[in-house]
């Protein structure tokens, strides 16, 4: 079984940095693709960026690109670096993951596709 958990979340001012972490623990072949997500309060969970563990292929949500992103270390933590932070960054961030090798036409961009979960950390950016 994979656990994921967060951390790095905080309270931050606008145009300021976070850099949240997710550790993975359990079967590694599980853990192939990992991504970020987010949760507003009163909105649904939305897509913020993934990469895949075996060559750190990247894709970032429009609404991040050039300010947050995502990478992992040689082991078993996946980053995201969050830089420029505005508001509408305020979010509960969970870090997902699931075996893209066994799935490998699933995709990666749904909140759907994953398998497992973290506890989510709180993001939030004061104007």
């Known amino acids: 079984q994979v656990q994921l958990v967060e951390s790095g979340g905080g309270l931050v001012q606008a145009g300021g940095s976070l850099r949240l972490s997710c550790t993975a623990s359990?079967?590694?072949?599980?853990?192939?693709?990992m991504g970020w997500f987010r949760q507003a309060p009163g909105k649904e969970r939305e897509f913020v960026a993934t990469?895949?563990?075996?060559?750190?292929?990247t894709v970032h949500a429009d609404s991040v690109k050039g300010r947050f992103t995502i990478s992992r270390d040689n082991k078993n933590t996946l980053y995201l670096h969050m830089n420029k932070l505005k508001p509408e960054d305020t979010a509960v961030y969970y870090c997902?993951?699931?075996?893209?090798?066994?799935?490998?036409?699933?995709?990666?961009?749904?909140?759907?596709?994953?398998?497992?979960w973290g506890q989510g950390t709180q993001v939030t950016v004061s104007s």
């Open positions: 359990g079967p590694s072949f599980s853990y192939t693709q």
């Open positions: 997902a993951a699931y075996n893209s090798n066994f799935y490998p036409y699933r995709n990666p961009e749904r909140e759907e596709t994953y398998d497992y």
């Open positions: 990469t895949r563990w075996s060559d750190g292929t």
